[in-house]
């Protein structure tokens, strides 16, 4: 089993934002599921993240593109803190698994990382 990021830095990922403010009330909020509501199956993890952010970005920001990558690259300028560096991990996570012949499942590290990047997301594009 192959590892998505081996070394990579998370830094800009970890989770020390400070959330301030209130909802903007345009586009709806999109609530990170409960530790328990994660399916298990790591294809299903990585689609059901992607598809739930790729929405977001369409409908309040008015990404345009296909998949994820294309979406966040439209819209890169007006996301908020380091949203455009944490969904390209997300992106990265999802293509490493997807595309790469020796990845056939994510690690445990790899795993818990793309449901933090999510997490911090939705969080910080919730209240900005």
């Known amino acids: 089993m192959g590892n998505c990021f081996g070394s990579h830095d998370y830094s800009h990922s970890a989770n020390n934002y400070r959330f301030t403010g209130q909802p903007s ?4 909020a999109v ?8 399916p298990s199956n790591d294809y299903e993890l990585v689609i059901r993240i992607s598809r739930k952010l790729e929405v977001l970005l369409k409908t309040r920001y008015g990404a345009e593109g296909e998949g994820l990558g294309q979406l ?4 890169q300028d007006q996301l908020p803190g380091n949203v455009n560096g944490m969904i390209k991990d997300i992106v990265r996570i999802r293509n490493c698994l997807c595309h790469e012949e020796n990845v056939q499942a ?4 790899d795993r818990n990382k793309i449901k933090q990047l999510s997490n911090n997301i939705l969080q910080l594009l919730n209240n900005s």
């Open 72 to 75: 966040r690259r439209s819209v």
């Open 106 to 109: 994510l690690t445990p590290q």
């Open 25 to 28: 009330g345009y586009g709806r």
């Open 31 to 38: 609530a990170p599921p409960a530790q328990n509501q994660y």
